[in-house]
């Protein structure tokens, strides 16, 4: 079985920054994609950026300039430093992974943390 735990959430004031992690541990053989999603009150989840293992990235238009994701494969975490945060960022924040396991090697699942709060609010 493979967990992946987020850390780093919490109360920031606009024009702030937050550094959120997402470590996977477990059975991993080898993890392909890593991303971060949000999910606001009342709005659908919505993916923030993303990242491959060759280190190639995406980042929704909303955040671009202000958001930067990197990963540390030897660690199998994913990072996601925020910066310039505003109010509309506020959400609960969650990550995933695209993994191959020792239980089913021959395919990949995709697996979800429990998910951070940020709330931004002066």
């Known amino acids: 079985q493979v967990q992946l735990v987020e850390s780093g959430g919490g109360l920031v004031q606009p024009g702030g920054s937050l550094r959120l992690s997402c470590a996977a541990s477990?059975?991993?053989?080898?993890?392909?994609?890593m991303g971060w999603y949000r999910q606001a009150p009342g709005k659908q989840r919505e993916l923030v950026a993303s990242?491959?293992?060759?280190?190639?990235?995406n980042y929704a238009d909303s955040v671009k300039g202000r958001f930067t994701i990197s990963r540390d494969n030897a660690k199998n975490t994913v990072y996601l430093q925020m910066n310039s945060l505003k109010p509309e960022d506020t959400a609960i924040y969650s990550c995933?992974?695209?993994?191959?396991?020792?239980?089913?090697?021959?395919?990949?699942?995709?697996?979800w943390g429990k998910g951070t709060l940020v709330t931004v609010s002066s």
């Open positions: 995933n992974a695209d993994v191959r396991d020792f239980v089913t090697p021959g395919r990949r699942k995709f697996y």
């Open positions: 477990g059975s991993i053989l080898d993890i392909s994609a």
């Open positions: 990242i491959i293992s060759g280190s190639s990235t």
